[in-house]
């Protein structure tokens, strides 16, 4: 099969590319490492703009989706909360968000190729060339949706040394009922816990039958992330968000990059960055799915 794109990384900026273009009636490839349903610890929160450019119904979303109407702010022992009239965002399981994602791209027109990990990109004047484990493949136009190391990004992108990269560790757990109904009060809305020094955040988000938390910093290469990590359990499990009798998850370590100073170039011959690849994690909140969302279309 003779394909328009290709598109490398299938969470949703890569699967949103391949949507859009199959429902064009052009013929995109997309190429991930892993096999889809995988497990990616994100603290899932879409808002409804994020949800109305991919064009999913909350309502009729078939997997885990938990609406908030309310969010909490803590900063050195202070708490404010903000309350709205209807959703202003939403939790939801990335494992099942991206799989729901790249099926529909499939069932569009798209070529998905699972567990086919990129280990080359070169640009000619006639097309771009993609080495794969499994042999090379071409095609007019690649576009990078491969996350914080896409090697879209890495070949082509002319990625900048002072780019400000947020390094993150999350846990995400699955409660027993007898813990979820104990989590009850805490469960209404997400909670954002200010770092003291303002260089990052630490979270606890709800969504359904599961908690996610977690700590992201920037500089995070300093050595703090443990230590800011472990004072967060303690608060939680001091103010009862997390039972001292909860196992959960081990924490696992993702980075991104905010798009504070536009560091790494995003278009040029036969190529185009998108979602994290392109640095596009908004800089305040760190949220990456909705630009990922909106740069794919």
Same mark, same amino acid.
């Given at each position: 099969?003779?394909?328009? $794109?290709? $598109?490398?990384?299938? @969470?949703?900026?890569?699967?949103?590319?391949?949507?859009?273009?199959?429902?064009?009636?052009?013929?995109?490839?997309?190429?991930?490492?892993? $096999?889809?349903?995988?497990?990616?610890?994100?603290?899932?929160?879409?808002?409804?703009?994020?949800? #109305?450019?991919?064009?999913?119904?909350?309502?009729?979303?078939? %997997?885990?989706?938990?609406?908030?109407?309310?969010?909490?702010?803590?900063?050195?022992?202070?708490? %404010?909360?903000?309350?709205?009239?209807? +959703?202003?965002?939403?939790?939801?399981?990335?494992?099942?968000?991206? %799989?729901?994602?790249?099926?529909?791209?499939?069932?569009?027109? #798209?070529?998905?190729?699972? @567990?086919?990990? $990129?280990?080359?990109? /070169?640009?000619?004047?006639?097309?771009?060339?993609?080495?794969?484990?499994? !042999?090379?493949?071409?095609?007019?136009?690649?576009?990078?949706?491969?996350?914080?190391?896409? +090697?879209?990004?890495?070949?082509?992108?002319?990625?900048?040394? /002072?780019?400000?990269?947020?390094?993150?560790?999350?846990?995400?757990?699955?409660?027993?009922?007898? %813990?979820?109904?104990?989590?009850?009060?805490?469960?209404?809305?997400?909670?954002?816990?200010?770092?003291?020094?303002?260089? !990052?955040?630490?979270?606890?988000?709800?969504?359904?039958?599961?908690?996610?938390?977690?700590?992201?910093?920037?500089?995070?290469?300093?050595?703090?992330?443990?230590?800011?990590?472990? #004072?967060?359990?303690?608060?939680?499990?001091?103010?009862?968000?997390?039972?001292?009798?909860? +196992?959960?998850?081990?924490?696992?370590?993702?980075?991104?990059?905010?798009?504070?100073?536009?560091? /790494?170039?995003?278009?040029?011959? /036969?190529?185009?960055?998108?979602?994290?690849?392109?640095?596009?994690?908004?800089?305040?909140?760190?949220?990456?799915? !909705?630009? #990922?969302?909106?740069?794919?279309?």
């Amino acid at each position: 099969m003779i394909h328009d $794109v290709i $598109v490398v990384g299938g @969470g949703p900026g890569g699967s949103t590319a391949a949507w859009r273009l199959a429902t064009a009636g052009a013929r995109p490839l997309v190429l991930d490492a892993a $096999v889809f349903p995988r497990v990616k610890i994100c603290a899932g929160w879409v808002t409804p703009v994020a949800l #109305a450019d991919v064009e999913i119904d909350p309502e009729k979303y078939p %997997h885990t989706i938990q609406p908030f109407t309310a969010c909490r702010l803590a900063f050195e022992g202070a708490r %404010h909360e903000t309350r709205w009239t209807r +959703p202003a965002s939403y939790g939801i399981l990335r494992r099942e968000f991206d %799989h729901h994602l790249l099926e529909r791209a499939a069932a569009a027109g #798209a070529d998905v190729r699972q @567990g086919t990990r $990129v280990t080359g990109i /070169r640009v000619t004047e006639a097309a771009v060339r993609v080495a794969t484990e499994r !042999g090379e493949l071409e095609a007019s136009l690649v576009i990078g949706a491969g996350g914080h190391r896409c +090697p879209v990004a890495g070949a082509l992108g002319q990625i900048s040394t /002072r780019e400000e990269v947020v390094v993150a560790q999350e846990s995400e757990t699955q409660l027993a009922p007898e %813990h979820a109904a104990e989590l009850t009060p805490f469960t209404d809305a997400p909670e954002l816990y200010v770092e003291p020094d303002l260089r !990052g955040y630490g979270w606890y988000f709800p969504k359904g039958d599961w908690v996610n938390i977690g700590i992201g910093v920037t500089g995070g290469n300093d050595g703090s992330l443990p230590r800011r990590r472990d #004072a967060l359990l303690s608060a939680l499990r001091a103010s009862g968000r997390l039972p001292t009798q909860l +196992p959960i998850a081990p924490f696992k370590g993702h980075a991104y990059v905010v798009r504070r100073q536009a560091p /790494r170039t995003l278009v040029g011959p /036969r190529f185009c960055l998108v979602g994290d690849a392109a640095g596009l994690a908004r800089d305040l909140s760190g949220e990456g799915i !909705g630009p #990922a969302i909106r740069s794919g279309r």
